[in-house]
């Protein structure tokens, strides 16, 4: 499997596990575990990074879809080579921050990873056009 490939995968494994972060956000909340159980009929009043954390999984299955459709779309075309490779690896890593980074907080930092993250989307779409 290629580079891009692996990165693809990861980045589905960020989306899988983010729901355990702000889930045991909500978890910890006073009658949080039966209104995650229940139908959430209500609104769970969490603390702020719980929220957050939720954005952050929001904007990750966002993103998800076209990044995806970049690296396949390279792979069968047969334009992966080493800069989708680099193009994938910034889009993942820059995920990974961009997670932690939203989560904890830090405003103007999190818009400035996710343009990075986006930075390595457009170096797979420039290989498509090559």
Request: proline share 2%.
């Amino acid at each position: 499997m290629t580079t891009d490939l692996w990165m693809l995968i990861f980045t589905a494994f960020i989306g899988l596990f983010m729901p355990f972060i702000y889930g045991a956000g909500r978890s910890l909340q006073p009658g949080g575990f039966s209104w995650s159980a229940g139908n959430r009929d209500t609104e769970l009043a969490v603390p702020a990074w719980t929220q957050r954390a939720v954005q952050a999984h929001s904007n990750l299955m966002e993103s998800l879809t076209a990044f995806a459709i970049l690296v396949i779309v390279a792979h069968i075309s047969g334009k992966a080579n080493e800069m989708t490779a680099l193009g994938s690896t910034i889009f993942f890593w820059s995920r990974v921050v961009y997670v932690a980074v939203y989560t904890a907080g830090i405003t103007y930092l999190r818009t400035l990873v996710w343009f990075t993250s986006w930075a390595g989307g457009i170096l797979i779409l420039m290989q498509l056009f090559k």
